[in-house]
């Protein structure tokens, strides 16, 4: 069973940097892919960025060139450095992990691939 527990949201102006973490209860490097995922009331999850086993990396297109997801070497904390927030970037934030065995990204990932979620951290910004 793998727990998560994310923590750096908050309240920022337009233009200002934040970096959310994810605490994981196991070692999740060879077995899952972590994911960030963002969601507005009213509006479906969606992902934001993602990383596989391998290291390989996904974002958004709305996030591109903004936002880099990470791991610690352990593999036990995920990274989500949010640089040039905007206004549509407000959301409450979820790290989430695949189930176990889906192991890449390189040919897409989706909502339905993950099983494991966070509280959620809720990101806030101000024009």
């Known amino acids: 069973q793998v727990q998560l527990v994310e923590s750096g949201g908050g309240s920022v102006q337009a233009g200002e940097s934040l970096t959310l973490s994810c605490a994981v209860s196991?070692?999740?490097?060879?077995?899952?892919?972590m994911a960030w995922f963002r969601q507005v009331p009213g509006r479906e999850r969606e992902g934001v960025a993602a990383?596989?086993?391998?290291?390989?990396?996904d974002y958004a297109n709305s996030v591109k060139g903004r936002f880099t997801i990470s791991q610690d070497n352990a593999k036990t904390t995920l990274y989500l450095q949010m640089n040039s927030l905007r206004p549509d970037d407000t959301a409450m934030y979820y790290c989430?992990?695949?189930?176990?065995?889906?192991?890449?990204?390189?040919?897409?990932?989706?909502?339905?691939?993950?099983?494991?979620w966070g509280q959620g951290t809720q990101v806030t910004v101000s024009s």
């Open positions: 196991v070692n999740t490097g060879s077995s899952h892919c």
């Open positions: 990383i596989d086993i391998d290291g390989n990396t």
């Open positions: 989430a992990a695949s189930w176990r065995g889906v192991r890449s990204i390189v040919a897409g990932w989706r909502l339905a691939d993950f099983g494991y």
